[in-house]
């Protein structure tokens, strides 16, 4: 596909929104100045109580608009968006951010290149700061440990080069309609947060790639709308969750060890910080974690069950992105 070449399939974008009035015209300004013509707006509301969805009905009539009854969480409102998302493509997108105008253009030109691709991980920079990254694609590494590749750092065309990554950061992810219909949508039961590891687990399992596409370009507001003591509840809980549905067998055997220490080691810290109120979200979020643990390994025959990749391979992604 060359740099005129705009036919091709429709991108579905779902804006999952909670509260999110002074975010929502930067980010849907930025898509309709999108040069891909073949785009769908959705933006679910989570119950909002400022005038979000007054402003999407005034403003923005062309949106379409999912009202929920209640706050259903990140991954209920994104599951309530795919749902009625007509395209072969669809994206979440975070009410906070803005995307480049090739965006779009960039996204769809990745699945192109990469028809084995069922992900495509935008490049994500901080709002305010936009020569610094918040990621480049999502990790995981063999000892358990979820992160974001290039957090924090200086871009200075370091993560230039379009190349496989473990999964996509949810705030800004593309994927196949055909391989949600295969593994699923996000799992409700993680609300906020690590879903979209959990969601890239379970593709990666299935034999699908995620493709980290540097001309993707997404600015976002870092934790504008989470974050916290909310975002260290749910970190510790879901952290445990992904783990107990998705890390294999073969794996737990050769690196489980290695597991358990970093988990220890995320205790000890929170231990420590007791005092701190995220600490303690934290601490309370890994006792979650625990007892939910016979609802996750109830999931765990089916999604590895699904698994079609080695233990090779396995090793090879994990390795490649845990730095």
Not at 101 to 106: I, V, Y
Not at 158 to 182: H, K, N, P, T
Not at 288 to 299: E, F, N, Q
């Amino acid at each position: 596909m060359n740099a005129t070449d705009h036919s091709g399939p429709l991108l579905s974008v779902v804006i999952p929104n909670w509260n999110g009035t002074q975010f929502l015209p930067t980010c849907l300004d930025s898509l309709a100045r999108q040069s891909w013509p073949a785009l769908e707006t959705i933006a679910v509301d989570n119950a909002s109580s400022d005038n979000s969805r007054d402003l999407l009905r005034r403003d923005y009539p062309s949106v379409q608009l999912v009202e929920l009854p209640q706050n259903n969480g990140f991954t209920g409102a994104c599951n309530a968006g795919l749902r009625v998302a007509r395209g072969e493509l669809v994206a979440l997108l975070n009410n906070d951010t803005e995307v480049h105008p090739e965006w779009a253009f960039e996204v769809v030109a990745a699945f192109r290149r990469h028809p084995q691709a069922g992900a495509v991980a935008s490049k994500m920079l901080l709002f305010d700061r936009r020569d610094h990254l918040h990621t480049a694609g999502d990790c995981f590494s063999l000892d358990g440990r979820a992160s974001n590749r290039g957090v924090w750092q200086q871009d200075r065309g370091q993560f230039e080069r379009e190349e496989y990554v473990f999964s996509a950061c949810g705030g800004a992810a593309v994927y196949r309609r055909c391989m949600l219909d295969q593994i699923g949508l996000l799992d409700d039961d993680f609300f906020f947060s690590c879903e979209d590891v959990d969601l890239g687990w379970r593709a990666q399992l299935a034999g699908w790639r995620c493709v980290y596409a540097p001309r993707a370009v997404v600015y976002h507001h870092l934790s504008a709308t989470g974050g916290g003591v909310t975002a260290s509840f749910y970190d510790g809980r879901n952290l445990i969750y992904l783990l107990a549905k998705n890390y294999p067998a073969d794996l737990w055997r050769l690196y489980g060890m290695g597991v358990l220490r970093a988990q220890s080691r995320l205790l000890l810290e929170a231990l420590k910080a007791w005092r701190g109120a995220e600490a303690r979200a934290r601490l309370r979020g890994m006792l979650a974690g625990l007892v939910g643990l016979p609802r996750m390994l109830r999931k765990r025959p089916a999604i590895q069950a699904s698994r079609r990749v080695s233990l090779q391979y396995l090793e090879e992604i994990l390795g490649e992105t845990s730095s």
